[in-house]
């Protein structure tokens, strides 16, 4: 495992477990969240079920060893657990993955107090 793989690994345990207990203020790299979320700005990352998140929040999530957070676009239970599908808002495509339930890390409180749904 190379260390920054490593730091990826660990930043997402300790987001993890704060997120039990606290929400979280992070800032937010890229720009496919535009005009929503802008590079730099800081959302609020808070703790919900799965199977609460409706299509139309935006969740941050693990895919492919990084945190992207994106908007979810489908929502579908399989075999038990709750798939999504997202996108970014400033995106032409939907993402080249299937999020499962297990992957969502939280979800996305905008400064003006709403919960990144549509």
């Known amino acids: 495992m190379t260390e920054t793989h490593a730091s990826v690994e660990e930043f997402i ?5 704060k997120l039990r ?3 979280v203020r992070i800032p937010m ?3 496919s969240m535009l005009p ?3 590079h730099g700005e ?5 703790s919900m079920p799965p199977g609460e998140i409706e299509c139309g929040a935006i969740v941050l999530f693990v895919a492919d060893g990084r945190t992207i957070l994106h908007r979810v676009i489908y ?3 399989v075999d038990g657990e709750v798939m999504f599908l997202t996108r970014g808002d400033n995106c ?3 993402d080249n993955w299937v999020v499962p339930a297990r992957a969502i890390l939280g979800v996305a409180k905008l400064d003006d107090g709403a919960t990144g749904g549509a």
């Open 92 to 94: 032409q495509t939907l």
């Open 75 to 77: 929502k579908e239970w």
């Open 29 to 31: 790299r890229g720009r």
């Open 36 to 38: 929503t979320v802008g």
């Open 21 to 23: 207990t606290h929400p």
């Open 42 to 46: 800081r959302v609020v990352i808070v």
């Open 13 to 17: 345990r300790a987001l993890r477990s």
